[in-house]
């Protein structure tokens, strides 16, 4: 099956590619990381965690949000979302080998990394975090594996299978609660001790998440010959909708409970986010960005007849991504951190070096991604063709039924 | 269908429940061990620091020094990579909860001394996902296994007390004369005060307390009714960093 992945047209191959250099340049740089410590990141004593657990904390979500089509397919059955499921567990397993990365790149000693199997600690929120991840990466890699493997054998999928992907959907919601849970029983960061954290974290994934699905329905419609059909992208819009509006209405509960307690270590962190404290105003403009962004969204998503214009639902896709991507992967960790525990109003800023290392990390979900699109789409009989050069041929298909 | 709803709901509420079911039998674990039993063998080491007394030593960094001194701390000119176990800030910083415009302005212009403050309830140990910071129950000190620690700094972002620092770069050039009975660390870790535990065990005082000319510090077993630790607690006001964390620090400032 994987040897799909090997025969691809020229377009392919330059993404591919590309992909590669991308993640060789990054790999350089985690090097001079690995040799010189993570003191060459932005990192510092105040503010200890940043821009890699950051897009863990994102990308968790993303992962999440692929029981967004295989629980109305597989639970109620909703056949619509037959085509795209695939698609969704693919997204779902680059996601978490991005998270992975993240928290490696992010260990001061990543080759004692296994002492987190050799000495369990199950109060430890980081341990469970390991356990939920690994094993969510472990169930949608079997899933996919044994339902694309019977689709190309033209069988239907064996009968045990079956538990398995309904386990793998409280199981996903598993991985972004305890992901919240990693900041949310903190005494010493009271911008993350709220009960909503969590909620909030599934809310904005299942938004992120499928707004991205959208997305790559939409590319693989104009690049390849797989065409999604309008129901499940029509369905899946309805659902970044409903997710982005909780979404807003949780971010907006904890705007009320800071200001209206006037609690000053609550508001200090929201103040510091939106307008800046002691003259420090390093997220300031992003948060607005994303305010905008989440508003814009908002608007193109509510009214039905924009949000059933594929055009104005690509961009409303966008924006809700970026803006959840600020929210999540710049805002919420850092600000944790601002003012310190002493009150202090630190700063932080990702390095070059750290921004090299990340650009890489997503370049290996992308490649991971597209991979294994690739297989399945071609296995389905969906031919990629490249649609650069006129008349290219369409690639062989010899593999489907063989 | 295989499953149906129902059974699904049953399969999700298993799941959440072991992991709760993880979690709680911890919480009540932890409870019954808290540090201050009374059957005579176990010591519960603590820390008085005389604000008064301090702040008469303007500029004094008597106890700073001889503690990085004798544990190999490296000394980085910059903030962001700091290392440090024991160290002055100001009022402001060490107890900006509990501050209000009338203070005795001496006492709130003098900087404090600020360590690890030993917790009875060490969030640190709780996140640590491979037991390198534990609390040992004979005396409760939090210790480190430097050894064990993989530098995912989940405890500096626990601590609400900003006493963990974690080796940015390599420490070994940036400590000034290595003193060669005490380990230095390495890149990738995170280290802390452990009360000088290597010297209690022959009997010594901590360096920082040994080093203070002015009788500014005290070390002692709040277990022992006898100790200078309990006759500074009985005798003068106290108190302690974050108490409503319920993290019982252990180290107590008299104002």
């Not at chain 1, 909708?241 to 200090?268: C, D, K, Q, R």
Request: include cysteine; aromatic fraction near 12%; charged fraction near 20%.
């Amino acid at each position: 099956m994987i040897e799909n992945a090997l025969t691809g047209s020229k377009r392919y191959w330059t993404w591919v590619g590309f992909l590669l250099v991308v993640i060789f340049i990054g790999f350089l740089f985690y090097l001079r990381q690995f040799h010189e410590g993570l003191g060459i990141t932005g990192l510092s004593r105040d503010i200890t965690w940043g821009f890699y657990i950051a897009q863990l904390t994102f990308l968790v979500g993303v992962a999440a949000s692929a029981v967004m089509v295989v629980l109305p397919y597989y639970l109620h059955n909703y056949k619509a979302f037959g085509k795209i499921t695939i698609l969704g567990e693919f997204l779902a397993i680059g996601s978490v080998v991005m998270c992975v990365l993240f928290v490696v790149v992010d260990l001061g000693q990543p080759f004692r990394a296994f002492n987190l199997f050799l000495y369990p600690t199950p109060n430890s929120m980081l341990f469970w975090d390991t356990i939920v991840l690994s094993g969510y990466l472990i169930l949608n890699a079997l899933i996919s594996v044994v339902t694309l493997s019977a689709e190309r054998k033209g069988i239907a999928p064996p009968n045990w299978i079956r538990p398995v992907i309904i386990f793998s959907i409280p199981w996903a919601v598993s991985i972004h609660t305890v992901t919240a849970f990693l900041y949310a029983g903190l005494g010493a960061r009271p911008f993350w001790m709220t009960a909503v954290l969590a909620p909030r974290f599934l809310a904005s994934a299942f938004a992120a998440g499928p707004a991205l699905l959208i997305l790559l329905c939409l590319l693989l419609r104009k690049i390849t010959k797989f065409n999604a059909g309008d129901e499940p992208i029509r369905k899946l819009s309805v659902i970044v909708t409903y997710a982005m509006i909780v979404n807003v209405f949780l971010v907006l509960m904890e705007f009320f409970t800071a200001f209206y307690s006037s609690i000053p270590e609550h508001t200090a962190h929201f103040k510091y986010m939106y307008f800046g404290l002691d003259g420090k105003a390093n997220l300031v403009p992003w948060m607005w960005t994303s305010v905008v962004l989440s508003i814009a969204a908002l608007a193109l998503l509510i009214v039905p007849k924009w949000r059933r214009n594929f055009k104005l639902l690509t961009v409303a896709c966008f924006a809700v991504f970026i803006g959840l991507w600020i929210d999540k992967g710049l805002g919420l960790i850092v600000t944790g951190f601002v003012p310190t525990v002493l009150g202090e109003v630190v700063e932080y800023a990702p390095t070059f070096p750290e921004i090299m290392i990340t650009i890489a990390i997503y370049a290996v979900g992308a490649l991971i991604v597209t991979v294994f699109y690739k297989v399945a789409l071609t296995v389905r009989g969906e031919i990629i063709y490249d649609r650069i050069k006129p008349g290219a041929k369409p690639q062989s298909v010899e593999t489907i039924g063989s | 269908m295989g499953i149906d709803r129902r059974g699904f709901l049953k399969v999700s509420g298993l799941t959440v429940l072991g992991i709760a079911s993880g979690k709680a039998s911890e919480t009540f674990a932890s409870s019954d061990s808290h540090g201050h039993t009374s059957d005579g063998t176990t010591k519960r080491y603590a820390m008085v620091i005389d604000l008064q007394l301090c702040k008469e030593q303007e500029g004094c960094t008597d106890c700073v020094n001889a503690c990085h001194h004798v544990h190999n701390v490296p000394e980085f000119d910059n903030r962001k990579d700091e290392v440090k176990w024991i160290w002055k800030d100001s009022f402001h910083h060490a107890f900006h909860e509990q501050e209000h415009h009338y203070l005795d302005k001496d006492i709130v212009n003098h900087p404090v001394l600020l360590l690890c403050n030993h917790c009875d309830n060490p969030p640190c140990v709780q996140v640590c996902p491979t037991k390198a910071t534990f609390k040992r129950e004979s005396d409760g000190i939090v210790m480190m296994d430097w050894h064990r620690c993989i530098g995912c700094r989940y405890c500096v972002v626990a601590c609400p007390y900003g006493s963990r620092s974690f080796n940015w770069r390599d420490p070994r050039p940036h400590i000034e004369e290595v003193v060669d009975d005490f380990p230095t660390r390495t890149r990738g870790v995170v280290e802390k005060c452990t009360f000088c535990e290597e010297r209690i065990f022959e009997g010594r005082p901590p360096a920082c307390v040994e080093a203070c000319k002015h009788g500014a510090m005290a070390f002692g077993d709040l277990e022992d009714p006898e100790s200078r630790v309990r006759e500074l607690l009985r005798d003068r006001f106290s108190i302690r960093r974050k108490p409503a964390l319920g993290t019982e620090p252990e180290v107590y400032y008299l104002v």
